[in-house]
């Protein structure tokens, strides 16, 4: 379980379990479970699940398991199933000593099924996968029986001890619920239950050669769990009656399953087969790039965890699918990084500027406040000397009306310095760039004030040539160029949408000496860039690599006042 940041806000989900406490419907029990495939690493729309599922139980005072769905060897990897365990801890969620996976459950499972043969709610059938599918029928066509489903009990009960016994091919035969072929729902129209795949799994090795399909082992494992809350994304409505419909038969333990909507983000997707494809083609380069969605990608991004649940939190739950504009994310993000990420400063793309009348030889330190907000937080120092890097956007020959910072003859503040002037330009002579300022400082304006109350436009922020650390620096912008990457035309697909400009990379930066040695994942604010992490897998040693987290530049913030005054306008 994990401290909540905030009071949580009411949603249907909520008002369910709190009336089951009401009525003591569990006998006062609160138990859920987080069921991922360990098939790849988990997104964001996981961390919505995990926040729903462990917080419904901090809030009740109840238990939250840890369940692997692991009945895909041919998918499943105990890199994922570590990869999982580290980012719901990340995220702040214990599941202390309740960690289980379907495999534990095989044994029983097939028990079940035998149980069903035996009932005569069960059958091997001898259908083609292509076959099945083809008797299943459509929305709009009622299914068909297959020849086999009327074998007898004795024969079903020998073939499927036959098909564990590996008697047969893989693909050869299923064993199939004998239930509805005319039912509405398809997933009622008989759905297999086991199939023959001769696999190795990750942790039964080769003992079986049959696995249980996924609808046959998520309600059986919740009521093996004693799961009262099983909650599910929408995808899983219309499964609903054959999870029912197995319990019921089998007269065991019946969970509720209740389902809310999945979370969708712009400008992103979150299908693990999509960033499975991602991962695979080399365009991004791998489950935790920092232009990916999942948890490990956004941890070494610099997201915080706290912002992660606090945006689930804002989000809500609710029953129908909608999309969330990322700017909401990186909002939360921002919010919390602007309380506790230390200031610092850092040059992205350096401009030299040598201060004339300043002496050679003589280095300040200087005080820098590592919080404006936060005393506690407390002060740094800064070395200062005649040589600086600023940013080359911080300077122009020749400025339009409305730029204020450096420009030939004009005056600005260095944060936490000088008020400087600049007096000359140098040139390279081939290409005629900018390659060196030329300027002057006043003595008297020492921490950045004029005793003569002057006042400038500007306060650039700076670093000492020779005292600062060079460092890489990787700008991150969205995955994709489109709100809706998904949305494909003349039979593109999605990875046609991906943003060329995603990543940009600048190799000689310059950042202050405080960041000397700066811890993986440890995150600042450069000011006036943005907030910015050390990246937890390339910066080691001497090595400083600082992956953008988000700039300063709060989209939603506008976003929110563009609808406000458009609801003002309407009233």
């Known amino acids: 379980m994990a401290a909540t940041d905030s009071a949580p806000a009411p949603n249907f989900i909520r008002n369910i379990v ?38 419904l139980v901090a809030e009740f005072g109840g238990v939250c398991n840890l369940r692997f769905d692991d009945t895909n060897p041919t998918k499943e990897e105990e890199e994922y199933v570590e990869s999982i365990k580290e980012d719901v801890r990340w995220l702040g969620f214990d599941w202390e000593d309740r960690e289980f996976y379907a495999s534990d459950y095989f044994e029983k499972l097939y028990e079940y099924a035998v149980q069903l043969i035996k009932d005569g709610k069960a059958y091997v059938c001898d259908l083609s996968a292509d076959e099945v599918r083809e008797y299943r029928g459509t929305l709009k066509r009622s299914g068909k029986e297959s020849p086999y489903r009327n074998r007898s009990i004795e024969e079903n009960l ?42 190795t799994h990750h942790r039964t090795g080769d003992k079986w050669c049959i696995y249980p399909m996924y609808d046959f082992t998520h309600g059986q494992s919740d009521s093996l769990e004693g799961i009262t809350h099983s909650l599910c994304t929408l995808e899983f409505e219309d499964h609903r009656p054959l999870y029912d419909w197995f319990i019921d038969e089998l007269k065991i333990f019946h969970p509720q399953q209740i389902e809310f909507a999945r979370l969708n983000l712009t400008y992103t997707v979150m299908s693990k087969r999509m960033l499975q494809q991602l991962v695979e083609g080399g365009h991004v380069t791998g489950w935790d790039d920092p232009r990916m969605p999942t948890i490990s990608g956004i941890r070494r991004r610099g997201y915080t965890p706290e912002s992660i649940r606090n945006f689930c939190e804002r989000i809500g739950v609710a029953k129908r699918d909608s999309t969330v504009d990322i700017a909401l994310l990186e909002h939360c993000v921002r919010e919390d990084l602007n309380e506790h990420a230390p200031r610092v400063m850092g040059v992205l793309r350096p401009l030299r500027v040598v201060i004339d009348n300043y002496p050679e030889d003589r280095v300040e330190e200087l005080e820098a406040l590592n919080h404006p907000a936060d005393p506690n937080m407390g002060k740094r120092k ?180 563009v609808q406000n005054r458009s609801r003002k306008e309407k009233i």
């Open 18 to 55: 709190a009336e089951d406490m009401k009525t003591n419907k569990w006998r006062g029990r609160v138990h859920t479970r987080f069921p991922p495939e360990p098939n790849g690493y988990l997104h964001i729309g996981h961390a919505k699940a995990i926040c729903l599922s462990f917080g």
């Open 382 to 561: 800064v070395p200062f000397s005649r040589v600086l890097y600023i940013e080359q956007e911080d300077f122009l020959e020749d400025p339009p009306k409305k730029f204020y910072r450096l420009a030939p003859g004009r005056e600005i503040r260095l944060r936490y310095a000088y008020f400087i002037t600049c007096v000359d330009v140098v040139k390279d002579e081939k290409t005629g760039e900018i390659v060196e300022l030329h300027c002057t400082y006043d003595p008297a304006t020492r921490g950045g004030d004029s005793p003569d109350g002057r006042k400038v436009k500007a306060t650039l922020h700076w670093v000492s040539a020779d005292h600062s650390i060079e460092a890489e620096v990787r700008l991150y912008d969205h995955l994709f160029s489109i709100p809706d990457p998904t949305d494909v035309k003349d039979g593109a697909d999605f990875k046609s949408h991906l943003n060329p400009n995603s990543l940009t990379i600048l190799t000689s930066c310059r950042v202050e000496p405080s960041l000397a040695g700066a811890a993986p994942e440890s995150r600042y604010q450069f000011e006036r860039l943005g907030y910015f992490c050390a990246d937890r897998v390339n910066s080691s040693g001497d090595t400083l690599v600082f992956n953008r987290t988000v700039t300063l530049r709060d989209t939603w913030v506008r976003i929110q006042k």
């Open 158 to 199: 020998d073939l499927f001890e036959r098909m564990r016994a590996g008697e047969f091919e893989d693909g050869s035969r299923v064993l199939r619920a004998k239930i509805d072929m005319a039912s509405g729902n398809l997933n009622m129209r008989d759905p297999v239950i086991y199939r023959i795949l001769r696999a």
